[in-house]
């Protein structure tokens, strides 16, 4: 549950922000959705890590 939600989460960063670009001393490169919904859902996985560990 807790990776659905931050995967949901991350879909509607997505949306709201659109394509999205990094510029810096590299270059730039381009992050799409995809990228942005993985990291919701490891968000929402820690999530549910840190409430498991202060339960306990």
Request: glycine fraction near 24%; avoid cysteine.
């Amino acid at each position: 549950m807790y990776a659905v939600g931050g995967a949901a989460g991350g879909w509607g960063l997505a949306a709201v922000v659109g394509n999205m670009g990094l510029a810096g001393a590299f270059g730039g490169i381009a992050i799409g959705a995809a990228p942005v919904i993985a990291a919701g859902a490891v968000v929402g996985l820690a999530a549910y890590g840190i409430k498991k560990a202060l339960d306990d």
